[in-house]
């Protein structure tokens, strides 16, 4: 079984439209986050939910605006698409709340959004 | 958080040991070296993490200097299945984790 899923794997919209991705894990974990890797590779933090709340918020686009249904679910909407935000986006979660132990996090497979 | 250097990329043979380094000279008391991987077009992987003793799993052994300013991950038997960049994240906590550059390590048949 798949311990972080993500969904769609490819994602190919038009500047101006709104999109969701949507990521789910089985692992029991309490701490989710959206990542976004560039061209260039970089991968940077976006958001951090634990149980439900919002702990990190990297100076990201309220564009972007993360929805947690219960702690295995954390999607990602995305208003108003812009050229600039094609790349690939990692969901991830770790088992204890931020801060507090370290730990690993446990990633998802990555949605290649290309907008055009 | 500290910052890490490591170098842009290193080769290493099959079936050889790959050693990895990466520096960390302004780590402070209460942060730990993590190391991830990234095989192309995959999400990162955890490989394993440290605070001052050395730590061995299933898949590296990770040895940490005794000032802890430098570190080395040690993949013991390269495959090239390991042909990945490799991450050194410096980190008080799991949730604070920043990604570098990161090393390519190319295995060679």
């Known amino acids: 079984d798949t311990a972080v899923s993500q969904t769609p794997k490819y994602l190919v919209t038009q500047m101006g439209n709104d999109k969701s991705i949507k990521c789910e894990q089985n692992l029991g974990h309490d701490t989710m986050y959206w990542y976004k890797q560039d061209s260039k590779k970089f991968l940077k933090i976006m958001f951090s939910y634990n149980n439900k709340e919002l702990i990190i918020n990297e100076t990201v686009p309220n564009r972007f605006s993360p929805k947690s249904p219960d702690k295995a679910h954390l999607n990602l909407h995305i208003n108003s698409l812009e050229l600039g935000d094609s790349a690939v986006y990692f969901c991830?979660?770790?088992?204890?709340?931020?801060?507090?132990?370290?730990?690993?996090?446990?990633f998802g497979p990555g949605t290649r959004l290309t907008v055009t | 958080d500290a910052k890490t250097t490591q170098p842009p990329s290193m080769d290493c043979a099959e079936g050889r040991a790959a050693n990895l380094p990466c520096n960390h000279s302004?780590?402070?008391?209460?942060?730990?070296v993590y190391w991830y991987r990234q095989i192309h077009s995959q999400g990162p992987q955890y490989i394993i993490h440290g605070l001052k003793n050395n730590e061995t799993n299933e898949m590296a052994s990770l040895i940490i200097t005794e000032d802890r300013k430098s570190s080395t991950l040690i993949l013991p038997h390269a495959t090239l299945r390991d042909t990945a960049v490799y991450y050194c994240i410096v980190s008080r906590a799991t949730n604070k984790l920043i990604f570098g550059t990161g090393t390519l390590l190319a295995v060679q048949p």
């Open positions: 991830a979660s770790s088992r204890h709340e931020p801060g507090l132990a370290s730990d690993e996090q446990y």
């Open positions: 302004t780590i402070s008391g209460n942060e730990y």
